[in-house]
């Protein structure tokens, strides 16, 4: 299973940003998938998570209302709408897979698969 994540990159605080994150080896369409990222000098923290069936959403306190994760399956890609972004969005973003598909984790020890991290830094 590999997972890759893109689109990250500079935008201005208050912009919006869209990364993706593509999978191959899992159909991501049968499986939950949680977005994280990590400041430097700081933990890993939840950002969101899917199900599996794109029904169910939930999101980390400090990106609710400004993120928004979808599917499309046809490309077997989940992405990660980011909106409003502060400063402190400023950090590397993960995307990862359970090793049970159905498995809706909000914490790093619920996900086996992770993708390499694509950087997103917001200027003020």
């Known amino acids: 299973v590999q997972l890759q994540a893109s689109g990250g990159g500079l935008v201005q605080a208050g912009g919006s940003l869209r990364i993706s994150c593509v999978a191959s080896g899992i159909t991501l369409s049968n499986c939950s998938l949680g977005w994280f990222r990590q400041a430097p000098g700081k933990d890993r923290e939840f950002v969101g998570v899917?199900?599996?069936?794109?029904?169910?959403?939930t999101y980390g306190s400090s990106v609710k209302g400004r993120f928004t994760i979808s599917r499309d399956n046809a490309k077997n890609t989940v992405s990660l709408q980011m909106d409003s972004l502060k400063p402190e969005d400023t950090a590397v973003y993960y995307c990862?897979?359970?090793?049970?598909?159905?498995?809706?984790?909000?914490?790093?020890?619920?996900?086996?698969?992770w993708g390499q991290g694509t950087q997103v830094t917001v200027s003020s």
């Open positions: 990862a897979a359970p090793d049970s598909c159905g498995r809706y984790s909000f914490g790093v020890l619920g996900y086996k698969y």
């Open positions: 899917i199900s599996r069936s794109g029904g169910s959403t």
